[in-house]
């Protein structure tokens, strides 16, 4: 609208009209409004839209659909002809030849050839948008979808269709009003089926993780250098940018730039809300994720609409692509209630897992769900018990080859194999893991609320149940992390467990486990120093 109106003042003042003029003054008084629209990723979106659309699409378009604008302008007018180049002009006249030869108006030819060059306009724009789009996809959404540019043009007719329609039923009477209203609902209807059918295709859409910043530099060179060969018209630079953003586009989509291993074991405790999710990066270079929250913990986020939110993918995913994770090699449920359960159905359609453990747990809604999703994605799945030791393995990727042996080990402290669960899912199935490196400890406890055969003391310790007051498992350790939500109504984490890091406080929380080799412990929590227990200690 701001861009509109600079168009008509500059009209009624008898101006020139410049694009990138109207796009500035547009940001300025945005941003003269409301300065932090400046990191609204919709502000960010749209002005990238807008500046691909003005500095590349339009001037491709000239390039290379300049000559059929001119074949067409004016088709009658053979006055024109003259101005136009030779082929232009024998163009239009072999065509008006043989409109007459057959008795034909001239619209019979125009008409293919304006849908043509509609098309071709749009699909232009399209790709345009998508080269800067890209990036927003990648980092604020993790997806990259190779069917987009295809799916624009339909999309570009039908709003070109809906658009009118919708602001005439405005005006329109009955029965007029109510045909215009069904013609619009039918062509978007026509549009989500399109874009649903277009999704089931192999490839038509991938999830990414982050992508490391010198990667974005050398495509953005690469837009730049296409930018370049369009203005020059350079036909050999032109080609070899096209190249080099595919193939930059390629690995954003299918590389791996997953962060190195860190040196010792480390326990990530994601703040979930009012439930659990637990990463733990072993040095060998796998990973295992413990639960992954729940929507129910979402009431606590003052989150109005639960059902357009989920822990999954809106906040355990993001952080595991913010690592630039593609895969978990183990993937772990400690009890099927949805605080634990519900989080772990998107991440594993958003990541390729390994393995997945579980209990005993009773054939709930949502543990249905997981176990359909996992046959599903063909993920082998480890019935854990009580007894069952899990050595640290050697990943054998040749980065990692070199990597000392780990003599570090996950053993299963619940449920017995004699567990019998209930008809509903129950604290007491969790399932507990206690995670030694040879040098120090760490108890994962889930919910379980009964004492169990467990070490007196550990080095790190996940408070069972967010901290409630009925838990009976007491084992002392040097660090206490508590996952619990802002605000919830059950009065969680208890005194009697402080004190302790929370994470509705914290954040997410970063406990490092020292191998043999090294000594202590450290943990931090946001960006803040890296604290050792030698500090904590003074």
């Known amino acids: ?73 004016d088709f009658d007018d053979t006055s024109r002809d003259a101005r136009l180049t030779p082929a232009v002009a024998d163009w239009r006249v072999a065509r008006r030849l043989w409109c007459e030869l057959w008795g034909l108006p001239h619209w019979v030819v125009t008409l293919p050839w304006r849908l043509v060059l509609s098309l071709g306009e749009i699909a232009i724009v399209s790709i345009c948008v998508e080269l800067v789009f890209v990036v927003f996809m990648a980092e604020s959404f993790h997806r990259i979808s190779p069917i987009s540019p295809l799916l624009n043009v339909p999309a570009a007719l039908v709003a070109a269709a809906v658009t009118p329609l919708g602001l005439v039923i405005i005006v329109l009477p009955e029965p007029l009003s109510g045909i215009a209203a069904f013609v ?65 586009q ?179 199935d969790s399932v507990v893991l206690l995670i030694d490196t040879g040098k120090t400890t760490a108890l994962l406890t889930g919910d379980i609320e009964r004492r169990i055969d467990a070490p007196e003391a550990v080095d790190v310790l996940k408070v069972s149940h967010h901290g409630s007051r009925g838990v009976r498992l007491l084992v002392r350790s040097k660090i206490r992390i508590v996952s619990v939500g802002a605000n919830n109504p059950f009065g969680h984490p208890h005194p009697s467990v402080l004190p302790a890091f929370r994470t509705d406080r914290l954040g997410a929380i970063t406990v490092t486990l020292a191998s043999p080799a090294a000594d202590g412990l450290s943990w931090r929590f946001f960006e803040r120093p890296l604290i050792t227990r030698s500090k904590i200690d003074e």
């Open 1 to 73: 609208a701001l861009m509109v109106a600079f168009l008509i003042v500059s009209r009624l003042l008898d101006r020139g009209y410049a694009a990138g003029n109207a796009i500035a003054g547009t940001c300025i008084l945005i941003l003269m409004a409301d300065p932090l629209a400046l990191w609204d990723s919709s502000f960010q979106m749209t002005f990238a839209a807008v500046g691909a659309v003005v500095g590349l699409g339009s001037p491709l378009v000239k390039w290379s659909l300049g000559w059929l604008q001119e074949a067409i302008a």
């Open 250 to 428: 390629a690995a954003i989509t299918l590389a791996n730039f997953s962060e190195a291993p860190p040196r010792d074991v480390t326990l990530t405790f994601i703040d979930v809300g009012q439930g659990d999710s637990i990463l733990v990066e072993i040095p060998n270079g796998r990973r295992m994720l413990v639960d992954g929250g729940g929507v129910s913990a979402g009431r606590f986020l003052n989150l109005r609409d639960e059902a357009t939110f989920s822990m999954g993918e809106n906040v355990v995913s993001p952080f595991l692509w913010s690592k630039g994770l593609r895969r978990l090699d183990v993937l772990v449920l400690t009890h099927a209630h949805n605080d634990h359960i519900d989080g772990l159905l998107d991440v594993i359609e958003n990541f390729e897992i390994g393995e997945l453990w579980l209990g005993r747990n009773p054939m709930v809604p949502a543990y249905r769900r997981l176990l359909g999703r996992a046959m599903e994605k063909q993920i082998p799945i480890r019935w854990v018990v009580a007894g069952d030791v899990i050595p640290f393995q050697n990943r054998t990727t040749p980065a990692l080859r070199a990597t000392p042996l780990l003599k570090g080990k996950v053993t299963v402290l619940h449920p017995p194999a004699n567990w019998k669960p209930k008809k509903a899912a129950q604290n007491d």
């Open 184 to 248: 619009s609902i039918q062509l978007l209807h026509g549009l989500t089926w399109m874009t649903g059918v277009a999704l089931t295709l192999p490839g038509a859409t991938f999830r990414v993780p982050s992508t490391p910043m010198w990667v974005w530099c050398l495509y953005a060179l690469s837009v730049v250098l296409l930018v370049g060969a369009v203005y020059r018209r350079v036909r050999w630079v032109f080609g070899m940018a096209c190249c080099l953003i595919l193939g930059f």
